[in-house]
């Protein structure tokens, strides 16, 4: 063979097997820009998970069919989902007596809310069941995340799918997340589940709304959520602005029937004097927003702690609709229930600074960051407070109709019959009620991202059965739902 040719044909072999994996990497970045929420011709209200349907389901099932037990899981990275791991610990190692059957606290949770770091800990128990008792710590709390995804962004085989614009961090990060975690699975394989329903959400970087993944807010899009990855959710309400990319899902609003809930006609209506109808006139115009597929063929959506770090307005909302809309009243099942409880985890830190000792400002690192996170820190305080008012409102309204029916000739034992009485608990369990100013010193600094020393993620999921644990209203609750002093069963035992 002519030497020339043959240094040629040489060439062309390298080449080709250089350019073989670079091929294969565009045919893989090529899937991975697929979309993910594919499309539906009609909405099916029986059909998918609804958190509504999927609750009525769960709570039919409960032991105590007059409480409500509700859990919200805030964002915080890995702190956040140790720190929610540890209050699940401890609700199951409660056992109580309720109407003579022996049972632990965690199997009468109705709904778990996560958002962001918290969002981890709530799919993975609605996937897992008891069996992430014996697998989260290794397969996601004491596995360097943050560190893995660093590498495979910087990784030269990635680059082609990262720099498409259509495969970003949150993508690379969704299927790492499947890898060690989820497993491929989607919110179809929730269905069928005897775990607490979960509602796991994202925030609208458009506009700021809330982006819940619940088929209810699906059909807005006219699209089927059961078939989107839990670990997409998961990295959806962990997508970190700048940190990580949105996450793109497609629009196809519109064009599906998809109808408005039932409070929509009481919100509405022009002459309609209600207060709290205002929150939910917002909600409105962002459902509105959502399904105009024509000016909004995509949603790009990023962390939901930027609209929700306690995954509280979900429940904020469904209450103030409660209050604004009599048909939502009835649609939801509110009149069967006599307590509605709600176990508020919140992981929120407050690293120490020095920046008011010194007369120079902070640096622009940091003033970015601490922009970002004040406000969502005060806004996520503002929720907890507007829970506690709505309850008080709750109270007083029942307050108000019994006096209407005593002034109307009923006795006061008549009058508080006709009105049935609707407790509402609030449990917090933060940092901030750590009494030691060396430990919530040691809590306050720990850092919000996916890698913790194995030492503070034990010392996390330890202090949040604790806290819990010490909690008076918690310690009430359960004398209420059995009658008699409850069971911890390795309350002072070391994590296993």
């Known amino acids: 063979m002519n030497p020339h040719l043959e240094s040629k044909t040489r060439l062309a072999q390298r080449l080709a097997a250089a350019l073989l994996p670079m091929a294969a990497l565009v045919l893989a970045g090529c899937n991975s820009m697929a979309p993910v929420n594919p499309r539906i011709d ?6 998918g998970y609804r958190v509504g349907n999927m609750l009525k389901r769960t709570h039919g099932n409960k032991n105590d069919s ?3 037990f509700l859990l919200t899981f805030s964002g915080g990275g890995t702190r956040a989902a140790a720190f929610s791991y540890g209050v699940l610990e401890e609700l199951r190692r409660t056992n109580v007596n309720v109407n003579g059957k022996q049972v632990n606290l965690l199997q009468e949770v109705d709904a778990i809310a996560g958002v962001s770091g918290g969002s981890f800990t709530a799919l993975a128990y609605a996937l897992y069941g008891d069996r992430l008792f014996t697998e989260y710590e290794t397969r996601f709390l004491k596995r360097d995340v943050q560190g893995t995804l660093t590498r495979r962004t910087l990784n030269p085989a990635n680059w082609f799918a990262l720099g498409s614009g259509l495969y970003g961090r949150s993508e690379l990060a969704a299927d790492y997340y499947d890898e060690i975690l989820f497993n491929g699975a989607t919110f179809d394989d929730l269905l069928d589940k005897p775990t607490p329903v979960t509602a796991v959400t994202g925030t609208d970087l458009s506009t700021g709304a809330r982006f819940p993944f619940s088929q209810d807010h699906f059909d807005l899009l006219c699209s089927d959520l059961g078939k989107v990855r839990l670990a997409r959710a998961a ?3 962990s997508a970190v602005p700048a940190v990580l990319s949105p996450v793109t899902y497609h629009n196809y609003g519109g064009n599906c029937g998809a109808v408005m809930p039932a409070w929509v006609a009481d919100v509405t209506r022009p002459n309609n004097p209600s207060r709290p109808a205002g929150r939910a006139l917002l909600r409105y115009r962002d459902m509105q927003s959502f399904q105009d597929s024509k000016n909004r063929p995509y949603i790009h959506v990023v962390d939901g702690g930027v ?4 995954g509280l307005r979900g429940l904020l909302e469904a209450m103030e609709e409660v209050e604004a809309s009599r048909a939502f009243q009835n649609q939801v099942g509110f009149k069967n229930l006599r307590r509605i409880v709600v176990v508020v985890v919140n992981s929120r830190s407050s690293p120490d ?3 008011d000792r010194r007369p120079n400002a902070p640096g622009i690192v940091s003033q970015l960051f ?7 820190d005060h806004f996520s305080s503002e929720s907890v407070e507007l829970l506690k008012d709505i309850s008080q409102r709750w109270a007083d309204k029942r307050e108000l109709e019994i006096a209407e029916r005593r002034l109307a000739g009923m006795s006061k034992a008549q009058a508080e019959a006709a009105v049935p009485k609707l407790r509402f608990d609030a449990i917090d369990v933060s940092f901030e009620s750590i009494e030691d100013p060396e430990e919530r010193r040691y809590f306050m ?6 890698v913790l020393p194995d030492e503070a993620v034990d010392r996390l999921r330890e202090l949040g059965g604790r806290l819990l644990r010490e909690t008076p209203a918690y310690r009430e609750l359960q004398q209420n739902m059995t009658g008699s002093a409850p069971s911890t069963q390795g309350a002072a035992a070391s994590q296993q």
Do not use: G, M, R
Not at 42 to 47: A, G, I, K, T, Y
Not at 307 to 310: Q, T, W
Not at 370 to 376: A, C, E, G, K, L
């Open 307 to 310: 609209s929700d770090n306690l």
């Open 235 to 237: 990295a959806t309400s």
């Open 66 to 68: 007059e409480t409500l």
């Open 370 to 376: 601490q922009s970002s996170s004040v406000p969502i």
């Open 353 to 355: 600074t020095d920046w």
């Open 445 to 450: 600094n720990l850092p919000t991202s996916f």
């Open 42 to 47: 009609h909405v099916d209200l029986d059909h």
